[in-house]
């Protein structure tokens, strides 16, 4: 199963709009019973949701996810079990901090997909443990630095280490990574480029807070014709040994990362 690009976060409690989940192609969606949902209409957006996950049409390649409250939450046991009975692929996690709460999951959920929120200083801290089993993990920065006493500022240097410690995490497990959403919902620059940030830092995709975001995410992260025409001329030099493209020297690690871009575009050298 493909990493996705994006991962559109739909609130629970909207069924209207996770009707329209189709038009706007994520590769996942995320319907949320979490941030999305006010305390008092937890049990009606839990229905509402596996209402509206069940009348989704499932031919259009999107990863249907449900979004369930944090382990330590009271709803969070009625939410996973809504899950296990509903059609959706899978679950997202909030607020991981230890491998207990992904045991607990698995032995509630079974063996469906798995994406997990490192979005806490517990998190973070524990986050080479925390990846055992998941599909993809997620950064989530606003509630990390919240949880440190921080404040967010427009360059993001305040969480450049666990953004970058998360990556290395993921990285060692083999484990994909959806980076952090940019809440400017329609500012498509500070998307592209916080998004490019998050390509380079070692990302596989992005959390969309906004229908919009879906193809702006889809753009950073699927390498472009030029990249991979690069990619595979750096394996055809690579092939023999040693080789050189446009002047600079290529070997094994440039062969890997070449590799890797063909990976993401899906296709064959």
Not at 188 to 206: I, N, Q, S, T, W
Not at 225 to 233: K, N, S
């Amino acid at each position: 199963m493909r990493v996705p690009r994006s991962l559109l976060f739909v609130p629970g409690a909207r069924p209207d709009m996770v009707a329209k989940v189709p038009r706007w192609a994520p590769d996942a969606v995320a319907v949320d019973l979490e941030d999305a949902v006010a305390a008092g209409d937890k049990e009606s957006a839990r229905d509402a949701t596996v209402r509206a996950v069940a009348e989704l049409p499932r031919d259009g390649g999107t990863l249907v996810l449900i979004r369930v409250n944090g382990p330590t939450t009271p709803w969070y046991a009625d939410d996973v079990a809504a899950v296990a009975e509903s059609a959706a692929d899978g679950v997202v996690l909030p607020k991981l901090e230890s491998p207990e709460q992904l045991e607990d999951l698995r032995s509630r959920l079974g063996d469906r997909p798995v994406i997990g929120g490192l979005e806490s200083a517990r998190g973070v801290a524990r986050c080479r443990e925390l990846m055992t089993g998941l599909l993809a993990a997620y950064f989530g920065a606003e509630d990390y630095i919240a949880s440190v006493g921080g404040r967010r500022t427009p360059g993001g240097q305040e969480v450049l280490f666990a953004r970058s410690e998360v990556v290395l995490a993921a990285a060692v497990a083999g484990v994909g990574l959806l980076d952090q959403a940019v809440v400017a919902a329609h500012d498509a620059e500070a998307f592209r480029a916080d998004a490019a940030v998050g390509r380079d830092l070692g990302y596989d995709g992005k959390i969309c807070i906004h229908p919009s975001q879906v193809a702006l995410a889809h753009e950073t992260f699927t390498p472009t014709d030029e990249e991979i025409a690069h990619a595979r001329l750096v394996i055809e030099a690579g092939s023999s040994g040693v080789g050189v493209v446009d002047g600079e020297m290529v070997d094994a690690v440039h062969l890997t990362m070449a590799r890797a871009v063909l990976s993401r575009a899906g296709v064959e050298a």
